[in-house]
C-alpha cells in the first residue's frame, strides 16, 4: 500500500489465508470502504445498479455495519423515491457499470448541486471497482 494510503498491509503466504479479505478482490474493497466512511462519519449507502446477485453480496459484506439502501437499475423509480434516497444517504454510488437504465441513473445523477457532492458516479464493471470509487471519492471529501 502507498505511504500516504492510511492503510497497512498484511502479509500472508496465501492470498485465501489473508486474515482480513480471505483472497476476495470484493471482500477486501468492502473492509477498505467500511473504513473510510468510519473515518468519514459516512453511515448511510445507497448503490443504484447491479444484479440481484451482486447486490445480496453487497448486503451481506456492508450492510451489518452501515445502513444500506439497495436500488434495482432495471426496474422504473419515481423522482420522488430518488429524492428520498438523495436526502437520506450520506454517500450514493451509482454503478454506470452495471444492470442500470438511464432513466433510473439520471434520477440520482441530474439533480440539485446540494446532492451532488455525495453523488459518485462509477462506470466501471466489478463490485470491487465500485467500491473503489467511494473510497476515492471519500479520500477527497
Known amino acids: 500500500e502507498g505511504a500516504n494510503s492510511g492503510r497497512t498491509a498484511v502479509r500472508t503466504s496465501h492470498r485465501d489465508r489473508c486474515e482480513r479479505c480471505g483472497g476476495s478482490a470484493n471482500r477486501g ?6 473504513a473510510a466512511c468510519r473515518q468519514k462519519g459516512v453511515t448511510k449507502l445507497v448503490i443504484v445498479g447491479g444484479s440481484p446477485a451482486v447486490r445480496t453480496e453487497l448486503e451481506k459484506m ?9 436500488i434495482d437499475g432495471t426496474e422504473r423509480q419515481t423522482s420522488d423515491r430518488a429524492r428520498s434516497d438523495l436526502e437520506w444517504a450520506d454517500l450514493i454510488l451509482v ?26 458516479h462509477v462506470a466501471k464493471r466489478g463490485v ?6 467511494g473510497i476515492e471519492h471519500l479520500e477527497k471529501v
Do not use: C, D
Open 29 to 34: 474493497a468492502s473492509m477498505a470502504l467500511l
Open 62 to 70: 456492508i450492510g451489518g455495519e452501515l445502513q444500506l439502501r439497495l
Open 95 to 120: 454503478w454506470g457499470g452495471s444492470e442500470l437504465h438511464h432513466k433510473v441513473s439520471l434520477l440520482y445523477t441530474n439533480t440539485f448541486p446540494a446532492f451532488r457532492r455525495k453523488v459518485v
Open 128 to 133: 470491487s471497482a465500485l467500491l473503489a470509487g
